[in-house]
């Protein structure tokens, strides 16, 4: 059994164990409490603080966890790339424009959630009041956690992971811009209606789903690399599954980009490009990518039947736009994130599989060693 990692062998190979991993990353979480601690007693030095609102530690916590959250990401893709380069089984998949979409994506996951959580307490503790110096302390916890978890999402990246990221960003940005709207009623209208305003509501949803779309890139990308490709036939198809996912991805930035209301034939277009997309990569899955699980083909088709329902229960007035919108949105996301997961276990399984050169165990992504 071996010793765990020292501290000056954690400094010198953060990435190179689990326990370096986990090791580093406190040290990291360390950093980011010192700096937010400091920082908040020059912010809030000899004065009584709000919980939540203009001035509070929500939105200190909001704002520096966010940015915690994306120095921590980057400094961990840095140990990551650093990694890849002396471990031959390690394999680096992330281009610049992917590390800034999932940095970007951590900080607002941050913001969020931390300026969700303050409204709560704030709302538990009405009028309530904190002292200077607890609110610098509280604020430094915030930093820390938002780096400690953004830098093991960093070292630690696989698609399964990548999944998580992409479904709790979805799911914030969207509840963020519904809880927002100006427009109580929004919902009689369409979903892209949330897209139209001139007020945060409106930057929530556009920048959403700008920055989703460049993580469905970063998708591509990623989770098809690990794709087993021994043959011609099956490199292309994994190819063509890379090439659909990108097109979705750039679709439903395009959504973001052209609001409704200033765009109106460019908006509809990249909506149904995106559907039309989606419903060709489910049918075709079986012939592109035949090491796929079963289980998830079958829900592709079922998720793809769905739709069919949906299509025809809006065209004959029984479900409204925003409603099948949202169902829609729902299904395909998700099949995106399975699609994240199952990937991620076929990569697995054929690393199961596969000898190492010498006969002896296999090493995988995570487990290969300088």
């Known amino acids: 059994m071996s010793d765990s990692p020292s501290l000056a062998e954690v400094f010198r190979h953060p990435s190179r164990s689990a326990e370096a991993k986990e090791s580093s990353a406190l040290l990291v979480g360390a950093a980011a409490f010192v700096i937010g601690a400091l920082v ?42 650093s990694r890849a380069r002396t471990a031959p089984g390690y394999r680096q998949r992330l281009h610049w424009f992917d590390v800034a979409a999932l940095a970007l994506a951590l900080g607002v996951i941050a913001l969020l959630a931390w300026t969700g959580l303050a409204s709560l307490l704030s709302q538990s503790f009405v009028g309530a009041l904190v002292y200077g110096f607890p609110a610098a302390v509280l604020g430094g916890v915030a930093l820390a956690l938002s780096a400690y978890m953004a830098y093991l999402s960093a070292v630690n990246l696989t698609p399964m992971l990548l ?8 799911a914030v940005g969207a509840l963020a811009s519904m809880l927002s709207a100006t427009d109580p009623l929004w919902w009689q209208k369409n979903l892209s209606t949330l897209g139209i305003s001139d007020d945060i509501s409106a930057l929530a949803f556009n920048l959403t789903l700008i920055i989703a ?46 609001p409704v209301d200033e765009y109106l034939g460019v908006h509809n277009l990249s909506a149904t490009g995106m559907a039309i997309v989606y419903v060709a990569m489910v049918l075709s899955l079986p012939a592109l990518l035949p090491t796929m699980p079963k289980v998830f083909v079958v829900l592709g088709f079922v998720y793809v039947g769905v ?3 949906l299509a025809a229960f809006f065209v004959s007035g029984y479900y409204n736009l925003t409603a099948v919108e949202l169902i829609v949105a729902v299904l395909v996301f998700s099949w995106v994130i399975l699609f994240l997961r199952n990937t991620g276990a076929v990569e697995q399984s054929a690393d199961d599989r596969r000898p190492s050169a010498e006969g002896g165990p296999v090493v995988t992504k995570t487990e290969a060693v300088p």
Not at 55 to 75: C, E, K, N, P, T
């Open 163 to 170: 999944s998580l990221v992409l479904a709790m960003f979805l």
């Open 40 to 81: 908040g007693l020059f912010v809030f030095w000899d004065q009584d603080v709000p919980i939540a609102g203009r001035g509070s530690i929500g939105i200190f916590a909001a704002v520096g966890g966010a940015v915690a959250a994306i120095a921590a990401f980057v400094f961990g893709c840095a140990v990551r790339r």
């Open 307 to 309: 739709i069919v329902v």
């Open 213 to 258: 779309g460049v993580m469905v890139t970063t998708i591509a990308h990623y989770a098809t690399a690990f794709l087993p490709a021994d043959s011609a036939a099956e490199r292309r198809g994994r190819n063509l599954v890379r090439l659909g996912l990108v097109v979705i991805g750039i679709l439903l930035a395009c959504v973001g980009i052209f």
